[in-house]
């Protein structure tokens, strides 16, 4: 198991093996995440991630998930100003 170095927010770097994280990737935008749980504060953090990353952390045996934007993202935003004038004349 590889030994992959990362930066918690609050404890600064910390080692954690390639089971400790995981990388998600998006389908539809090709953007990706890798996150974790810091093993000191036990927070978790989850960082944007560059191709080069994503290749090295699949490469060191981490796991990954792909997912994609819900299909609602595409849908015809018929009334959609009607609604949010009627939500702001309510108030």
Known sequence: MAL????CSDCGD???RSRDLKVRRCRDTEAATY??????????????????VVDVLLAAGVNSTDWSLPAELNERQHGARRILCDAYAAV
């Open 14 to 16: 910390v080692e954690l």
């Open 4 to 7: 992959i170095r990362a930066t």
């Open 35 to 52: 996150l974790f749980r810091c093993p000191t504060c036990a927070m978790i953090e989850v960082r944007s991630a560059e191709a080069h």
